[in-house]
């Protein structure tokens, strides 16, 4: 069946550091990606999407790429800030046989000032 | 502004009773979504309403139902309150179909 599997955490970084979370995924069909943030105690917000194989998503300095190739969608920033810190998570959702949309178990981010 | 609202906060209910979670948007989405959080298991569709008067189900309807009362409102009924509906409780919506997009700030819900 489908499935999103992200990288373990937490992870914990300095400020201004690179940040890579992976997230691979299992799909029939042409599923759309997605990555949301949660920050505490709040709800979950749409951060960027890509609908297309080779599509880069990109917003507030993330971005993640829809690799076919390799069922990836990793999600990457240049330089985090203290406020970045949240809980991560990687979506699709498939339009073919039947509307269905499945998350990943998210990936808790702390960074250090 | 206030996006997706959800009532209550915070509810704790002994197994068997009945429960209504109320969820509105001000946005005039068409669809809304009800998604249950579970720690380690990212979140699972309860339900998925793409326009006023339809609902269809997610992946763990069970145990609860829907009404989409208007373009606004879109309230999760648990009938029959178990343990394993413990949970923290989620309503977005989106102007895109099939794509949720604003989420509200969760209902922790305690079935004891």
């Known amino acids: 069946g489908d499935s999103v599997t992200q990288m373990e955490g937490p992870v914990t970084l300095s400020e201004e550091a690179f940040l890579t979370i992976n997230c691979t995924y299992t799909a029939t069909g042409y599923p759309s990606l997605f990555w949301y943030v949660q920050y505490p105690g709040e709800g979950l917000q749409l951060l960027l999407k890509a609908t297309k194989a080779d599509d880069k998503g990109s917003n507030k300095g993330f971005e993640a790429t829809y690799r076919k190739e390799t069922t990836s969608f990793h999600l990457e920033k240049g330089s985090v800030q203290v406020s970045d810190s949240a809980v991560y998570f990687c979506?699709?959702?498939?339009?073919?046989?039947?509307?269905?949309?499945?998350f990943g178990a998210g990936t808790r981010l702390f960074v250090k000032a | 502004n206030a996006g997706v609202t959800q009532t209550p906060k915070f509810q704790v209910l002994k197994t068997g009773q009945s429960m209504t979670l109320q969820c509105a948007q001000d946005?005039?989405?068409?669809?809304m979504y009800w998604y249950r959080q579970d720690p380690g298991m990212g979140l699972r569709l309860i339900y998925y309403s793409a326009s006023e008067g339809t609902t269809d189900k997610g992946e763990v309807p069970n145990g609860y139902n829907v009404s989409r009362l208007n373009k606004r409102e879109f309230s999760l009924r648990l009938e029959s309150a178990a343990p394993s509906q413990t949970s923290v409780y989620f309503c977005?919506?989106?102007?895109?179909?099939?794509?949720?997009?604003?989420f509200g700030d969760g209902t922790r819900l305690s079935i004891l």
């Open positions: 979506a699709l959702t498939r339009n073919t046989g039947g509307f269905k949309t499945i």
């Open positions: 977005a919506s989106s102007e895109v179909r099939r794509q949720p997009q604003h």
């Open positions: 946005m005039n989405h068409n669809s």
